[in-house]
């Protein structure tokens, strides 16, 4: 059974919910349900996206 998983998000929104909105595939690979508790880790990184160029200097 998997009980972690590690993925790249990009932030959409921001508002004053606690609540959070998951992705199926993510749910189904924790078994994981509306109601369950989870431990959440947020940690900005520097990411490009495909086609996303270097910008020169």
Do not use: F
Not at 24 to 47: A, F, T
């Amino acid at each position: 059974m998997v009980n972690k998983i590690q993925t790249i998000a990009k932030l959409i929104n921001i508002g004053n919910s606690v609540g959070i909105t998951i992705s199926k595939d993510v749910r189904k690979v924790l078994n994981i349900r509306p109601g369950d508790y989870i431990q959440i880790s947020i940690e900005k990184i520097e990411y490009k996206e495909q086609g996303e160029k270097e910008s020169e200097m």
